[in-house]
């Protein structure tokens, strides 16, 4: 479990793709004497395995699932990506519930300065935005944000100087795909919804009435 907020970001040395799956080497000072073997992190917001740690790096192998669903079948060396470690039970949950569990990706579809905050629109699946909401916790490349306005399958995000300059974020452009993780509780709210109506019909959607039939209004 992690909290989407970003300890370092690290550099690719090295990644080599093999029967469908990765060999990631990435370099991190400041975390890879802090990690063994076997020990779970969190890149761009994906739950990986450490497989072997030599002096500042350390590598993960990403399995042929992992690079179906998440954008590590784009990483080159010279890349950078989000790092974070595991949470631990006594910290301070200062951003929100994070599985590492990456449910599709988004691609940016523009970027653009709000007095000296970074608005950033995505545009993804109807699916995955069915599962998003104003004002609600979304993370983007392992970062805990928060939706500051969707329409249809387009959401933004308002990012503070200090979280675009410490992350990946920087280097956004528009094109950029993202590896997205909605909120914990908005998937299980909607699989009982769905599992209590609709069950047999895969397009139903989530409607005032169906709230308040089942007393969330």
């Known amino acids: 479990m992690f ?3 970003i300890e370092d970001t690290g550099k690719v040395t090295a990644a080599k793709i093999s029967d469908n799956a990765l060999l990631l080497e ?3 000072k400041k975390l890879a004497s802090e990690l063994k073997i076997g020990d779970s992190i969190a890149i761009n917001g994906a739950c990986q395995t450490v497989t072997e740690i030599t002096n500042n790096s350390f590598k993960v192998y990403a399995s042929p699932e992992t690079m179906k669903i998440t954008t590590f079948n784009e ?5 950078y990506v989000n790092l974070e470690r595991p949470l ?3 910290d ?3 951003g929100h ?3 590492g569990h990456v449910d599709s990706t988004a691609v940016v579809s523009d970027i653009a300065n709000d007095s ?3 608005v950033i629109s995505f ?3 109807n699916k995955i935005a069915r599962q998003i909401v104003k004002k609600g916790s979304i993370t983007i490349d392992g970062i805990s944000l928060t939706v500051c306005d969707i329409k249809n399958n387009i959401f933004s995000v308002s990012v503070i100087p200090h979280t675009r300059d410490n992350t990946c974020i920087r280097f956004y452009t528009k094109g950029t795909k993202v590896n997205i993780e909605t909120d914990l509780i908005a998937k299980y709210i909607e699989k009982y919804l769905l599992s209590n109506d609709n069950i047999n019909n895969e397009v139903s959607a989530i409607d005032m009435n169906l709230l308040e039939k089942n007393g969330f209004i």
């Open 116 to 118: 000296g905050s970074t």
């Open 75 to 79: 990483l080159k060396a010279g890349m």
């Open 123 to 125: 545009e993804t699946s």
């Open 97 to 99: 519930l994070v599985t």
């Open 88 to 90: 631990k039970l006594s």
């Open 26 to 28: 990435i370099e991190s």
């Open 3 to 5: 909290t989407g907020l």
């Open 92 to 94: 301070r949950l200062d």
